[in-house]
């Protein structure tokens, strides 16, 4: 008998894992999209987690925990809207903890922010934070979303209303910047504390 292996390779270079992620079922409430690309970020993330050393290199060092806790973190989402907590709420406090700030996980953060998933994941968040904005006022719910997170992380909020509005965020420490649509992952290389929500 003769054997052929072969390695399929994602976005970033990451290697692609045969492993099926089953996640939890609390993830049926949320929005399809994001449940499609937040499951795709997942096994972004696990793939990397799980490759060899030699194949990690150059890429975010994201963990198995880390994976593990973005799993628990989206099914903690799910599982609020189940409770009657409005969507608008539930991915606010995931949107910032995506961004790695709370727990300082910033390797993660990274690898949402290289990769089209990541950006997918964002967009689907984002989907949700536009409804809310064009049944209310910009102002009203940059307010609404502050306050629900406040207690979550320190971050920092900006908002821009407009069509063909953008934002640039730029570190004057490091002079890295961060701007452009929330779909296009790289679009300059970012600070880590950008976020394309």
Do not use: C
């Amino acid at each position: 008998p003769s054997f052929d292996f072969h390695v399929g390779v994602g976005e970033a270079g990451i290697p692609l894992s045969p492993t099926e992620i089953v996640l939890p079922h609390e993830v049926e409430a949320l929005p399809p999209t994001l449940r499609r690309q937040g499951l795709g970020l997942i096994g972004l993330g696990f793939s990397l987690a799980t490759a060899p050393a030699n194949l990690r290199a150059g890429r975010p060092e994201v963990s198995r925990e880390e994976v593990d806790q973005r799993v628990f973190e989206l099914s903690q989402a799910g599982r609020y809207i189940t409770l009657g907590e409005e969507p608008f709420d539930a991915l606010a406090e995931l949107a910032v903890e995506w961004t790695g700030a709370p727990d300082e996980q910033w390797e993660w953060d990274e690898l949402r922010r290289i990769t089209r998933r990541g950006a997918l994941v964002g967009d689907a968040m984002g989907q949700v934070f536009r409804a809310e904005a064009a049944s209310s006022d910009a102002t009203a719910v940059f307010e609404r979303f502050a306050g629900t997170t406040a207690g979550t992380a320190k971050v920092a909020l900006v908002a821009s209303e407009g069509a063909g509005s953008y934002l640039e965020v730029a570190s004057r420490t490091s002079g890295k910047a961060h701007y452009g649509p929330g779909t296009a992952p790289r679009v300059r290389f970012q600070p880590s504390f950008a976020a394309n929500y």
